[in-house]
Every structure is written in C-alpha cells, then in structure tokens.
C-alpha cells in the first residue's frame, strides 16, 4: 500500500508559456520538498545506482556534455551542472524521445535543515507539440509522468509510506492504487490547465483522456 493521497497533495504543479531559446514554449513545472538533506537529494537523482533504485536503469557519460539514456525511455544530452552550494544545486539536460527532443531543469533548494525542495521544469516549443496532442490530452499527457516519477523519489527518500518495485511499476499503474494515483494526478494537471488559462471543461476532457491513456483505456 502506498499513501497516495499524502503524495499527491505534497506536489505542486504549474502551467505556464514562456520563451526557451527564443521559441514560445509551453512549461510544465511540478515540485515537492523531501525530508533529506541536499547532498542525499543530490546524489539520489544524479547516481546511476541510485536513479535506477526509484526511477529506471540509466547508462551513458553522466558528466557535463555526455549522453544519458534511459532504458527504453528517453535519452539526451547533459547541457549544465551544478552541484550543491550554499544550499541549491541544479542540472538541466535535454529529453530525446520519439524523435522530439525537449529540455529538462532540476532544480535542487535546501529549504530547513535536512529537507530539500525538488522543482522539475520540462520545456517544449509549442511549434513541436502536435496540435492534435495538446488538444485531446493537454499537459497530463506528460505531467502524470512526471506525478510518477515524482512519486518514485518520494518513497526512495521516505517522504511517503509504502513501496513500489520500478520493476513493477507498470503492473501497479494498472492496479486499483495505480488507477486512483493517475486519476487524482490527471486531476492536478487539469487546476493547473485552468489556471494558467484554459477552460474548465476543455481541461476537464483533457483530464479524462490522460486518464484513459494512463490505465489502458484510451
């Protein structure tokens, strides 16, 4: 059992356009705090022994301006790092997959002695984002993703009681506990589609259509 309302009301999320690289973008931005402090945070999401312990197996040169790949997910390359100082640490990369290629900034604060403040930011041109994509599914599409991700690293650090296998993650997605974490996820993603702008039932359509996609439906 995991305690999936606790994590999913510890997330933040935001919607927001802005320019990246000169290119109108959208910006999807979620984060949590977690009751480690920075230098575990830091090692925890840029170890590949680690990374693999909460997320999925990564290979490549995990260096500046080396490549990274995700097994059977994304991959890319390491565009800035920075290591923990005074408090903050922050690496951004880009995020290959399907032939698309989007931007990647995870932002590290140490807030209180011993909790960290995560803040992912995933950029895409809106130019490269079909159309047809955003319309059925809005942000969701990939903001659940991220709500999973999120929630991998919450249970790796102890934020959130319980435990899911990454080997078994698709099999807990599909289970009752997965559906009702994807479903409220689908849900968040959908607040932060109307507040940055658009209409309740065109983000609540959306909403339904991630869902769908996410448990096998759609």
Sequence with gaps: MVDIQKQLDAVERELRTDDVDGEPSYVQSISQEYPSGIQDVWDA?????RIARWFLPVSGELRLG????FEGNAGGEILACTPPVDGRAEYRV???YGGGVTWLTVTLDETVAGATRVRLDHAAHTADVPAEMWEVFGPGATGVGWDQGLLGLALHLGAVEGAVDPADAEKWQLSDEGK???RAAADGWARAHVAAGADPAVAAQAADATYGFYTGQQ
């Excluded at 080396?66 to 790949?69: D, E, F, K, N, T």
């Design 45 to 49: 999401v840029t170890s590949p022994d």
């Design 94 to 96: 880009t995020w290959e």
């Design 180 to 182: 009702a974490f994807s």
């Design 66 to 69: 080396g490549r990274y790949q």
